[in-house]
């Protein structure tokens, strides 16, 4: 099924020009899916993600958060971590503008899959159900891992086993590659406070090769929602969506998402 790509900009908290994409199967959606990307990268990075799913029937719609990629505001910085939620309700709205009477899915990867846990404790009335990639919480009780070092660019090795995605994103204009910002981690503080009070359908996706498959394990525990999966990937690293194996973890989703249609019928 061919994809229909349109972009765009819309206002976000403060007057912002926050850029947009999307993609629609020629014929009308099934349902919608909503993409939260991560830290430093940029919507365009999921085109391979919308083209697979679009194939699926899904219409796909992703933005570029405030300080990243072609959207306006000082690089990845906010003054306030609830500017993400805020600029990704804007976006909502535009979305059901657009696509009256469909589900809507949110799908957040990384520091896009906080972002998501946020939005959707508290907005999920609107949303048919909630996936996240690369994410996870820390349990109360440890300390807290160790930070990336004030002047140092986020490291790539742990991205993906593919050379030619690290290739990529190492030369990617678009990817911010500059140093860490110090208070990025205790904006995210929020986010355990808010994982009890999601009830919302949530798949939860991560690779083991990495700190996500422990950090998943414990927002899967944590998660107020009675329906809940989980899928734990075998040697995966950061992003299962760009390892060689992504098309299982493609088909998983899948899956899940017509499942859950099923279940509205």
């Known amino acids: 099924m061919d994809a229909i790509h349109k972009e765009g900009f819309f206002k976000g908290l403060g007057n912002l020009n926050l850029y947009y994409q999307y993609w629609l199967p020629s014929h009308g959606p099934k349902a919608v899916m ?32 405030r300080g990243h990629g072609k959207s306006d505001g000082e690089r990845v ?18 979305i059901r503008k657009e696509n009256p009477g469909k589900l809507i899915f949110l799908v957040g990867h990384s520091m896009g899959s906080a972002i998501a846990l946020l939005y959707t404790a508290k907005y999920q009335k609107e949303l048919a159900g909630l996936i996240t990639s690369g994410g996870g919480i820390n349990r ?27 290739e990529a994103y190492v ?15 205790g904006m995210m503080a929020a986010v355990s406070d808010a994982v009890p009070l999601i009830r919302l359908p949530t798949l939860i996706m991560a690779g083991n090769a990495v700190a996500d498959g422990a950090r998943s394990q414990v927002l899967f525990e ?24 992504h098309l299982q973890v493609f088909n998983d989703l899948a899956k899940w998402l017509d499942d859950h249609l099923k279940d509205t019928l």
């Open 77 to 94: 910085y906010v003054e306030k971590f609830s500017d993400y939620v805020d600029d990704l309700k804007t976006f909502f709205d535009i």
């Open 222 to 245: 944590v998660l107020g929602s009675k329906d809940k999966t989980i899928k734990l990937y075998k040697g995966l690293r950061h992003e299962i969506f760009n390892e060689p194996e």
């Open 171 to 185: 030369n990617d204009p678009l990817v911010y590659h500059g140093s860490i910002p110090t208070r990025l981690g």
């Open 34 to 65: 909503m993409v939260a990307h991560g830290f430093a990268e940029h919507s365009g990075r999921y085109s391979h993600v919308a083209e697979y799913f679009v194939a699926q029937g899904y219409a796909v719609y992703a933005l570029d958060h």
């Open 140 to 166: 109360g009780d440890e300390p807290p891992a160790p930070r990336q070092p004030d002047g140092q660019p986020l490291p790539t090795g742990f991205l993906s086993r593919d050379p030619a995605v690290i």
